[in-house]
């Protein structure tokens, strides 16, 4: 691997070529990171705007799991299309490794950021052998001759699990469960720092499922990989990471340390939330969990407390001041909770 | 007598290498007013067994069976025409995508009406009272409005709610719901799987209730049977099946969800191994020899589907083997 990456002068140190580096370090920083799109409008006509990221500060320190959690719509998408550099935030930005994202260039981006997508049916080209879908990286940023991007190739094939005939494959001919291993070996052929994992294994059956897991969780010991990991599966995020933070409507609501989060949430969206997962415990029945409508328009946001029409505590005061994302004391998280 | 009964149920479909079994020789009833999962992972044959159900079979399907019998009717023996006569009638259908399944172009009434007028069952007036009565059961606020509205002006849960108003309309004896919650939020899906629920011991409306999820299912279930490589491998009472899974794929399908408070967080996971079989051309055996993890020589021939306890069936040669010692690589009894 090193004939290659000895080619690749990229600056700082990398955790790839030590794993046991700096940490501690923080690998991706989100500081108040924002993204407004505006709906309809026209020549004369002023369109609404819509924040479907607002105001969003994170720290994910190195070799660690942010898990990303909350509904469709809530903003958890666009956020991870920013830190790929596939959509420029309104205001904010994003460090990577302490480097500003803005005004980065996309290449040198992609040697640190990679993701993994949810639907491994559409994101590799059904055209495209294999090992044409697992270089395409290194031939984007012209590494290696043939002969050693083949050797890299085999290389990833072998760790994540995919046997050597593979290379010469059509995604059409693997499962799906193969389909991901094979777009996780295109995600980390690059030995990016920061692996973004929009939904991982939603579309694949359990049992394949506990497979990917695995291997993610393999490969993140194996090269000190720092993953933002988004899901609505919450016994997979429990599993998984190591701090978590919870989106509603653009904002982040509650973050902090996995076991407090899912032990003692403070917000009551978080704990919505966590009581509408339903574990496989029969005669428990399905929880009634009081939220009542779905989510409010996120382009007519309510005042307040974007919460507050579907929260059971709701008081006066969340309808007329919005609550800030505060460390509570005592302990290591954030929330964002007037009565927390 | 059951509602439902099907014995030794087939569906084969051609296909550019020979013949696909979807569903083979599957024996299964469902009782009045009850809740019966059938549980699988896709391809297992769980959704080929619903459309069989509903006579909605692509029409190179071929359906075989020694018995499907639908409150003494023959399924197998009537008419295209008869089973029109029975859908949206007798037995409704509610579908995973909302989205595809209602007509974009008709209106919420429009389309919550046809059935009921379809099958006679009273005037328009009639039809969009029991329409705006029903859509108030789901929990869809002004109702009457409602009906004016088109699918895209719903939001997802809401077009599921439509969708169940829609289903009850006749006041069927059997809906068929094919992995109703699975394309909507946590929180949604609460509310919408507690509604199901509600109604249908509200109604006495037996339901299939097909799906992945077993946390979906150890929370809805009177009956589950849980469905492989297009074969039933294991039926039982749903605490039964949590409490004693006797067949090693429903096993193993337990323990690789991570269960919160007992896998630790960051450990592996114990994961199946391999993939689902072919079903193309003839399946001989047990399908799940390849992945199993007692597989022998005899798991060359097809198992019998063994009957266990009251209720509780499995289709493996060591389904009647105590649990202990049919899990060697649980490490349980180490302290």
């Known amino acids: 691997m090193n004939a290659i990456l000895s080619a690749e002068a990229a600056p700082g140190p990398s955790p790839l070529r030590d794993p046991h580096a700096g940490s501690g370090e923080i690998a991706l920083e989100l500081c108040a990171l924002s993204k407004t799109f505006t709906l309809g409008g026209g020549f004369f006509r002023q369109g609404r705007t819509l924040h479907a990221v607002n105001d969003v500060s994170l720290r994910v320190p190195r070799g660690q799991v942010m898990g990303l959690v909350g509904e469709s719509g809530c903003g958890k998408s666009t956020l991870a299309k920013m830190l790929l550099g596939l959509t420029t935030p309104s205001d904010g930005d994003v460090l990577i490794d302490g480097r500003p994202l803005r005004g980065a260039d996309q290449k040198k981006l992609a040697r640190h950021v990679q993701p993994i997508f949810q639907d491994p049916y559409s994101s590799l080209n059904p055209r495209k052998r294999i090992e044409q879908i697992i270089a395409l990286p290194l031939a984007i940023h012209a590494m290696g001759n043939s002969g050693e991007r083949r050797r890299r190739v085999a290389e990833m094939l072998d760790l994540v699990g995919l046997p050597k005939r593979a290379a010469q494959q059509y995604p059409g001919q693997l499962s799906g469960g193969q389909r991901q291993r094979v777009a996780i070996a295109r995600a980390l052929i690059m030995r990016p720092d920061i692996v973004i994992c929009d939904e991982p294994t939603s579309a694949l059956d359990v049992s394949v499922q506990a497979q990917i897991l695995n291997l993610l969780l393999d490969l993140k010991r194996e090269f000190g990989l720092t993953y933002l990991f988004i899901s609505h599966d919450l016994a997979v995020v429990e599993h998984l990471v190591d701090r978590l933070a919870v989106m509603y409507l653009g904002r982040i609501v509650e973050e902090g340390p996995r076991a407090q989060i899912f032990g003692a949430p403070r917000h009551p969206y978080t704990q919505a939330l966590l009581a509408s997962a339903l574990t496989p415990e029969p005669g428990l029945g399905v929880p009634d969990i009081g939220l009542g409508d779905e989510m409010p328009d996120p382009a007519n946001p309510p005042t307040g407390c974007a919460f507050h029409p579907r929260c059971p505590m709701a008081v006066d005061r969340c309808r007329s001041s919005r609550p800030v994302l505060e460390g509570v004391r005592g302990d290591a998280g954030r929330v964002a909770c007037h009565l927390a | ?335």
Do not use: W
């Open chain 2, 1 to 335: 007598m059951a509602l439902l009964e099907a014995r030794n149920l087939r569906v084969d479909l051609p296909v550019d290498a020979g013949t696909l079994h979807a569903v083979r020789g599957i024996d299964f009833h469902v009782e009045r007013g009850e809740m019966l999962c059938l549980v699988g992972e896709s391809g297992c044959g769980k959704s080929m067994t619903s459309l069989a159900l509903m006579g909605l079979l692509p029409r190179r399907a071929r359906l075989t069976a020694d018995c499907l019998d639908f409150d003494g009717i023959d399924l197998t023996a009537i008419s295209a025409r008869q089973r029109g006569g029975l859908r949206g009638l007798r037995m409704a259908m509610i579908f995973q995508e909302p989205m595809t399944a209602l007509n974009p172009s008709y209106t919420l009434g429009n389309q919550l009406c046809e059935a009921f007028l379809r099958h006679r069952l009273g005037s328009r007036q009639n039809a969009r009272e029991r329409a705006i009565h029903l859509l108030e059961r789901v929990g869809i606020s002004a109702a009457a409005e409602r009906l004016d509205q088109y699918p895209h002006q719903l939001s997802g849960g809401l077009r599921q709610r439509v969708m169940i108003a829609m289903a009850l309309m006749c006041k069927p004896d059997l809906i068929i719901a094919d992995e109703p919650t699975t394309a909507l939020d946590v929180t949604i899906q609460a509310q919408i799987l507690r509604l199901l629920r509600e109604l249908q011991q509200e109604s006495g409306t037996a339901v299939i209730f097909i799906t992945h999820d077993l946390g979906v299912v150890a929370r809805i279930a009177d009956r589950v049977a849980v469905m492989y490589a297009g074969e039933v491998i294991e039926a039982a009472v749903t605490p039964a099946l949590y409490a004693r899974p006797s067949h090693p794929y429903t096993r193993g399908l337990l323990s690789c969800i991570p269960a919160p408070g007992k896998t630790p967080p960051g450990s592996r996971l114990q994961a199946i191994p391999g993939v689902v079989p072919s079903l193309v051309g003839h399946v001989e055996g047990c399908a799940f020899r390849n992945r199993c993890p007692l597989a022998e020589a005899r798991c060359e021939t097809t198992p019998p589907f063994m009957a266990l306890n009251e209720g509780h069936r499995a289709r493996c040669h060591f389904a009647d083997r105590p649990m202990a010692s049919a899990t060697p690589s649980q490490p349980e009894t180490i302290s």
